[in-house]
């Protein structure tokens, strides 16, 4: 009995022992005081510290680099040769030795990574959406860039004719969209860039036919739009509606709610001095200078290039001025980059609201990044040909 009773007792000893032991996390044994137990961590908990990570990880790079800021950054774009660009059916000059180069600027939404990026990039341009759009979303300001190239490219072309004597006459070639009246009949059905040939079976050439056809309407009238977007016609019946008084007589009229341009083209009398402009996605009006002088290359016989690279930049109206422009500091560099001699740079205009600097910013620039190209200033293409006759050949 009392051997039983001492193996009882040894027996709950040795078990308090080993819950002593695993009390205070060690292994049983004789080096039980060095070594700690290892305890493996549960499985579900791993796996959700995994995915709360990356989760994590996953919306920091969303808001790095997909939520936009309200912002566009503007840096250099890109030097193109024009004469790929123009055609003339029998160009009189179809082997140019150099090239003439418009300049353009590269325009980016900001995101928080391209906006850090950008503020350490001296040649980088930060500016605020709203400033920039003044009221119109992106895509009516893109769509508005694009016609005002279009409009560029009709000048460019009278420009050139008048300079190489080409008879030539303006076809109208209906309207443009160019925006929308939130809440009235045109938003929920046109877009910007929309090209309107027909009111009902009227043909609409210029605004004036099309505010013609509108005059004796009223409202709740209905009328069917003919417009072309893209490469497709389209129809939509609109229901006429009431519009602020006109500004300068104050009656009262109706309409679809559009603001609108006229498109045309210039037909050359003779066809085969028929000028086509092909520019792409290209938008805005400061390669009207470059355009002049590239048809005026394609209709004369001899190169005005002479063989040299030349680059510039420029607003044109139809008699031949060149108008300042924007961004003029990246263009510089694009130029320069595309291994440019020559820069030709509108010369600065004084206002009545300060001086508007394009030659002097042109030039502080040039300086700057250390180029040998030629910054010239010009305020006529008349300037800019006048420069080219006194260049040597190369």
């Not at 939509?236 to 009229?253: E, F, H, N």
């Not at 209709?299 to 680059?311: C, M």
């Amino acid at each position: 009995m009392n051997d039983k009773n001492h193996e009882n007792q040894r027996y709950n000893e040795e078990r308090e022992q080993e819950e002593s032991e695993r009390e205070v996390g060690f292994e049983n044994g004789d080096d039980a005081r060095e070594r700690p137990v290892i305890r493996r961590a549960h499985p579900q908990r791993g796996s959700r510290r995994f995915f709360t990570s990356l989760l994590v990880g996953f919306l920091c790079f969303v808001i790095l680099f997909y939520v936009p800021l309200p912002f566009f950054i503007y840096m250099p774009g890109t030097a193109e040769a024009v004469h790929p660009m123009v055609s003339v059916p029998k160009s009189n000059n179809t082997d140019e030795k150099g090239s003439l180069m418009l300049v353009t600027v590269r325009v980016a939404n900001a995101n928080v990574v391209t906006y850090l990026w950008s503020l350490a990039n001296k040649y980088d341009e930060l500016q605020l959406k709203k400033d920039v759009l003044r009221g119109m979303s992106e895509k009516d300001y893109s769509q508005q860039q694009q016609f005002v190239m279009l409009t560029s490219q009709s000048d460019a072309i009278q420009t050139a004719y008048k300079k190489a004597g080409v008879p030539f006459h303006i076809k109208g070639e209906g309207v443009m969209v160019t925006g929308l009246s939130p809440g009235l009949p045109a938003e929920k059905v046109m877009q910007a860039g929309d090209k309107v040939t027909k009111a009902d079976e009227k043909d609409i050439k210029t605004s004036q036919d099309l505010f013609a056809f509108l005059e004796n309407k009223k409202e709740g009238d209905t009328v069917t739009l003919t417009f072309i977007r893209g490469d497709k016609e389209m129809t939509a019946p609109l229901t006429l509606a009431k519009l602020p008084p006109d500004k300068d007589t104050g009656k009262s009229r109706v309409g679809i709610g559009i603001t609108m341009a006229e498109m045309q083209s210039v037909q050359a009398d003779d066809p085969s001095k028929q000028v086509t402009i092909k520019a792409g996605e290209i938008g805005g009006p400061s390669a009207g200078l470059m355009f002049s002088l590239e048809i005026y290359n394609q209709l004369l016989p001899e190169d005005i290039t002479k063989g040299h690279k030349i680059a510039g930049t420029g607003t044109i109206d139809t008699e031949g001025k060149v108008g300042v422009i924007g961004g003029i500091k990246h263009k510089v560099i694009a130029a320069d980059r595309e291994g440019a001699e020559i820069f030709f740079a509108p010369q600065d205009l004084k206002t009545d609201k300060g001086t508007i600097y394009n030659y002097t910013d042109a030039l502080a620039r040039a300086k700057e990044i250390g180029t040998k190209m030629k910054i010239v200033p010009v305020e006529t293409m008349d300037d800019a040909l006048k420069y080219l006759a006194e260049l040597p050949p190369k």
